[in-house]
């Protein structure tokens, strides 16, 4: 069965600095891609960033691009999310997803932005 | 960028019904779409894949269609654990992006 469990959320200051984690299980982790998605409370879903495993590249929303930088260690199956210089407009759960196309989620971590 | 648009943004509707929830991107996106359903407090998951094709699991009430921009999500014979909010995805280039959401909600 698939798990993902992400950590790391919690109250930081505006431009602040987090940093998530997504422990990854029941899958072959290094073969597949990997994505954060996240929700502002009472609104829509935003994708935010992937990790490509065909290449390695990296590619990130427009809201979050030269502050977000996502990574990955197949060694512990786990992928991150370093979140710089952050906003009040970033407050969200931050959903981990398998795969490009976000084929199984994560139950969320909560970031909560403020002063 | 591509631009997803959703719609209805709500929609009441009675168990035993049959609705349908339909995304139109700003450009052809081939087939590279998929829907997703989230109950409140819950994460998503995704229902659809390829435009068209069932997550394994998902009951056979729900059915995707559509090419190049425009897609409908239909679910028939309305249950009542399908009053969610619905999503679609695009993933046929970046950033990827997802439509507006459509709550689905109890007449």
């Known amino acids: 069965e698939v798990q993902l469990v992400e950590s790391g959320g919690g109250l930081v200051q505006p431009g602040g600095s987090l940093r998530l984690s997504c422990a990854a299980s029941?899958?072959?982790?290094?073969?597949?891609?990997m994505s954060w998605v996240r929700q502002a409370p009472g609104k829509g879903l935003e994708w935010v960033s992937v990790?490509?495993?065909?290449?390695?590249?990296?590619h990130y929303a427009d809201s979050v691009r030269g502050r977000f930088t996502i990574s990955r260690d197949n060694s512990r199956n786990t992928l991150y999310l370093q979140m710089n210089t952050l906003r009040d407009e970033d407050t969200a759960v931050y959903y981990c997803?398998?795969?490009?196309?976000?084929?199984?989620w994560g139950q969320g971590t909560l970031v909560t932005v403020s002063s | 960028d591509i631009q997803m648009t959703q719609s209805p943004s709500s929609l009441s509707a009675s168990v035993g019904d049959r609705v349908a929830i339909t995304c139109r991107a700003s450009q052809g996106i081939r087939s590279d779409l998929g829907w997703f359903q989230q109950k409140p407090g819950k994460a998503p998951k995704r229902l659809i894949y390829a435009a068209s094709t069932l997550e394994s699991g998902v009951p056979s009430r729900f059915s995707g269609s559509g090419s190049g921009t425009d897609f409908t999500l239909t679910i028939s014979d309305l249950q009542p654990e399908d009053f969610a909010t619905y999503y679609c995805l695009q993933h046929n280039s970046y950033p990827y992006s997802l439509g507006q959401g459509t709550r689905l909600e109890v007449k």
């Open positions: 029941g899958f072959n982790f290094s073969t597949y891609s």
């Open positions: 990790f490509c495993v065909q290449d390695g590249s990296t």
């Open positions: 997803t398998k795969g490009g196309h976000l084929d199984a």
